[in-house]
């Protein structure tokens, strides 16, 4: 494994139970022989070569991108093959502090591992642990680097959830009660348009989407050429099955209605909604990005492009529930009500919604008396949260499977060896 550090930071060996990591850069004057901690980067990564290594890990086309010599360019680099709007940095900086890194161990499967185990079997492109305003950990394998945006897939949904809370207390959407089509007109003969906002949140409008045959269906529409218009598209899945708020089930197409939603109350693009509520205030460091279809409407469901410190960034703004630095973003009540059962709302728990996770306004709720939540997409996308001890665990991958629960598993078992060791 060829191992480089960021040009700023001092060489640094680690050496934790076993397994011996090295890292060689250029020195920094004046610094009194101490290791400055910096990112880790590695020119590898697990099956390296059927991620196209050879070729430089390229992205593809619209056409190849999902294939698997693919997937590493296409996960950082996705802006590059579908339309995007820019979502800008901030204005000023905000700096995450750094401390060198512990030994990070935890268990799974009746074993103990360390974390460098985790990132040799894992294809991970990206991990970082930050503990409130300090970084602790923050490693990049197959040749990404701290600059690469990394594709949110459904991690967008609960952006998209928490930019409807913005607009809520604006006054923008009257509220949550009222039902789609009170702002997209367009959907007013549909079920989908009878549906109210937080049943929306909640993915449980009782409106039928089956997996994998409508979301490609609906992905077809928005991301393909010429395109199809957003109302039309969701307007075509028109089918009730249970009343609102009684089941739930996981459809894409609900955050898709939500952004409908959403850029009718606020009257202007979504990403721009997110830049001015959000990521200038946090502090960004690097442009984002948001997928958008033929019509200009970003495709909600998914496809933020940001870079790994940024969406720890994110993650933070959740951990302090929405306030930023004295400063509240997102209303603190809407963050409590977004990642917390209802009493009345068993159905949503965690072992009820999903065997694992229960489910909250477009985010996942963890099991446990603590309250812990995650945001979630396909092939390893996860940004895991712990508001007590303000811990922040940002998980970047390109898993062979979109959906792989074992894989899952082992990578919140790590989330919770941290929350043993560094939680406190």
């Not at 680099?77 to 990070?104: C, G, M, N, Y």
């Not at 937080?198 to 395109?227: C, E, N, T, W, Y």
Request: hydrophobic residues 40%.
């Amino acid at each position: 494994m060829t191992c480089r550090r960021h040009s700023l930071a001092l060489p640094l060996v680690l050496a934790a139970a076993g397994w011996t990591l090295s890292a060689h850069a250029q020195s920094v004057p004046g610094d009194g022989g101490v290791a400055a901690p910096g990112p880790v980067f590695s020119d590898t990564g697990p099956d390296a070569a059927l991620y196209g290594a050879a070729a430089g890990f390229p992205p593809g086309t619209p056409t190849t991108a999902s294939q698997l010599g693919h997937l590493v360019g296409t996960y950082s680099h996705f802006d590059q093959l579908f339309s995007s709007r820019t979502v800008r940095r901030a204005t000023t900086p905000w700096l995450f502090k750094r401390a060198v890194e512990p030994a990070i161990s935890y268990s799974f499967r009746s074993e103990r591992f360390w974390i460098g185990d985790y990132l040799s079997r894992n294809p991970a492109t990206g991990l970082l642990i930050a503990k409130d305003d300090t970084i602790v950990y923050e490693h990049y394998q197959y040749a990404r680097t701290d600059r690469d945006r990394f594709l949110s897939q459904s991690m967008a949904k609960t952006i998209t959830a928490m930019l409807i809370g913005i607009a809520v207390s604006e006054g923008k959407i009257k509220s949550i009660d009222d039902v789609a089509s009170a702002y997209v007109p367009g959907l007013a003969s549909t079920e989908y348009g009878q549906t109210p906002i937080r049943d929306l949140l909640h993915m449980s409008s009782g409106v039928a989407f089956s997996g994998q045959d409508d979301i490609a269906r609906l992905s077809r529409d928005l991301f393909a050429k010429p395109g199809k218009d957003p109302i039309g598209s969701v307007a075509q899945f028109n089918t009730r099955i249970a009343p609102p708020g009684t089941k739930w089930h996981y459809a894409s197409v609900e955050t898709e209605i939500l952004g409908l939603v959403l850029r009718a109350a606020i009257g202007g693009p979504v990403a721009d909604y997110l830049h001015d509520r959000i990521w200038d205030a946090i502090g960004t460091e690097a442009d984002a990005s948001w997928a958008m279809d033929s019509t200009g409407q970003e495709v909600t469901f998914c496809c933020v492009n940001a870079t790994l410190r940024d969406y720890a960034r994110l993650g933070r703004l959740l951990a302090h529930d929405g306030t930023w630095e004295g400063r509240q973003l997102i209303p603190r009540q809407w963050l409590f009500d977004a990642t917390t059962v209802q009493p009345t709302d068993g159905y949503l728990a965690p072992g009820t919604a999903a065997p694992y996770f229960g489910y909250g306004y477009q985010v996942w709720i963890l099991p446990g008396k603590q309250r812990r939540f995650a945001l979630i997409g396909i092939r390893g996308q996860m940004i895991l949260v712990d508001p007590a001890s303000k811990l922040v665990m940002v998980h970047t991958a390109v898993r062979q499977k979109p959906s792989d629960p074992a894989s899952n598993a082992e990578t919140v078992a790590l989330w919770f060896g941290l929350i043993e060791q560094l939680g406190k």
